[in-house]
């Protein structure tokens, strides 16, 4: 079955400074969709990718799949307080299997 | 705000009650999902209609019986709880499912469960 893993598990950063959270699956992704999760609440869809290679941006958050389609990496510049949260990577199950998530990295800011 | 709508917000209920968790969306996505999230995992997959028909149960107990009465709607019945079943319960829904189908799940807010 597909897995997905995400490093680091934790991350705590200074306002301003930059960061990166990495995804990575044991099986060639058929589309990898980012989220973030607010302590209790529901998840918030960021960022869909499905081409090797495709990077997409929103705002100061940027999503990159490389070109095998194994690995995904988010990025935040300058980080604010609000991107604090729990990031998801999920995916598309191979071979008719159910919508995946990775354990997710659980990022805070400090003001 | 989320597009998918979920009540009650909290639910505290004891273990001989039966309540029902209620999801809504006026997407027109054809599938409807619910899941599990216990603190500090990711969401576990319960249960998944696709074309308002169940497609999808992953072993769950059969104290909990979801329901799909249309297209928009998204009930999960639940009796006879035990308190380790306490946890957020997310309801999604996406135009489409399977591999290749680009649909991203879209979550409601959850319904935070306590048995006691």
């Known amino acids: 079955s597909q897995e997905l893993e995400q490093s680091p598990q934790s991350l705590i950063v200074q306002e301003g400074k930059n960061l990166t959270i990495n995804c990575t699956s044991s099986?060639?992704?058929?589309?990898l969709y980012w989220y973030k999760q607010k302590y209790g609440e529901g998840l918030i869809f960021l960022m869909m990718l499905q081409k090797g290679g495709e990077e997409k941006s929103h705002e100061k958050i940027t999503a990159k799949l490389d070109e095998k389609k194994q690995q995904s990496s988010l990025h935040i510049t300058a980080s604010q307080p609000s991107h604090a949260g729990i990031y998801l990577c999920?995916?598309?199950?191979?071979?008719?299997?159910?919508?995946?998530f990775g354990p997710g990295t659980r990022l805070s800011v400090l003001p | 705000d989320t597009e998918v709508t979920q009540t009650p917000k909290h639910l505290v209920m004891g273990m001989t009650n039966k309540k029902s968790l209620k999801c809504e969306q006026h997407m027109g996505h054809r599938a409807m999902y619910w899941y599990k999230q216990k603190a500090k995992k990711p969401p576990e997959l319960m249960f998944v209609y696709s074309y308002e028909k169940l497609s999808i149960n992953e072993s769950v107990p059969s104290r909990f019986s979801p329901e799909c009465p249309n297209s928009s709607l998204l009930n999960l019945h639940l009796h006879a709880l035990q308190p380790e079943d306490s946890a957020l319960y997310l309801c999604?829904?996406?135009?489409?499912?399977?591999?290749?189908?680009?649909?991203?799940?879209?979550f409601g807010n959850g319904t935070r469960l306590t048995v006691t």
């Open positions: 999920g995916a598309d199950g191979n071979y008719g299997q159910n919508f995946v």
């Open positions: 999604a829904s996406s135009r489409d499912r399977g591999r290749g189908s680009n649909s991203p799940l879209h």
């Open positions: 099986k060639t992704l058929y589309g």
